[in-house]
């Protein structure tokens, strides 16, 4: 009889229990949500794919003092006019002329120092004259290649540089240039003369760092 009265008295108590629970009213508390996480220090993902690396598109022009490989020789060029305009900042020095005689033709190159990028136009002139006086040119050759380089600064400006290079020569092994003259500076630009035996395609570009106009005249 004493089991049988702990049992019930055990069966009342739990009902109580259940009642009680049952009466609160509340809500039952929220399950927590576990995100998985992945830690990238730690994991090993698996390789993407490699970014192609930028190639840079090769010139179309060689270097200042190297010849063109034989494929690109004879070089692309023409009779006509060839133009490009100066950056807005551009402030630039001419300080070295130069004269090179490669195989299929002559190159002259002026150095600049200063900061931007020179424009310039080149064309084949009946008569060419100092933009400045307006006098004419004495020149040997028979055809005039003038040059007018664009962007440049008055010498006695702050942070200009000295000329230094020749302002008339006649390169002795020349193709084709009989004589070059280097002009003075007006009005921000900078003027090239070039007497040569007779017309022949040319081209002018630029090269950077440092500053350079590369002017290159056929020869046959």
């Given amino acids: 009889m004493r089991r049988l009265h702990v049992t019930r008295v055990l069966a009342v108590a739990a009902a109580a229990a259940l009642l009680a629970a049952g009466c609160t009213g509340g809500d039952p508390k929220p399950t927590a949500t576990v995100t998985a996480t992945t830690d990238p220090a730690t994991t090993s993902a698996a390789p993407s794919a490699p970014i192609p690396s930028a190639t840079p598109t090769p010139s179309t ?14 070089f692309p060029a023409d009779l006509a006019p060839d133009t490009a305009t100066a950056s ?3 402030g630039l020095s ?3 002329l130069r004269f090179g005689v490669h195989d299929g033709y002559d190159r002259l190159v002026l150095d600049l120092e200063g900061t931007g990028t020179p424009g310039w136009t080149s064309q084949y ?7 400045g006086s307006g006098e004419s040119m004495d020149l040997e050759g028979t055809a005039y290649l003038q040059t007018t380089v664009k962007g440049v600064i008055y010498p006695t400006e702050p942070g200009a540089k000295e000329y230094v290079g020749s302002r008339r020569f006649q390169p002795a092994s020349a193709g084709v240039i009989h004589e070059v003259v ?4 007006f009005e921000g630009q900078a003027e090239v003369y070039i007497g040569v035996s007779s017309k022949q395609p040319f081209r002018v570009f630029l090269l950077e760092d440092p500053t350079r106009i590369v002017i290159d005249i056929y020869h046959p």
């Fill in 182 to 185: 280097y002009g003075d500076v």
């Fill in 61 to 74: 022009a060689p270097p200042a003092d190297e010849q063109p490989p034989p494929a690109q020789a004879p």
């Fill in 94 to 96: 001419p300080v070295n």
């Fill in 125 to 131: 002139v009946d008569d060419p004259r100092s933009e």
């Fill in 88 to 90: 807005a900042n551009a």
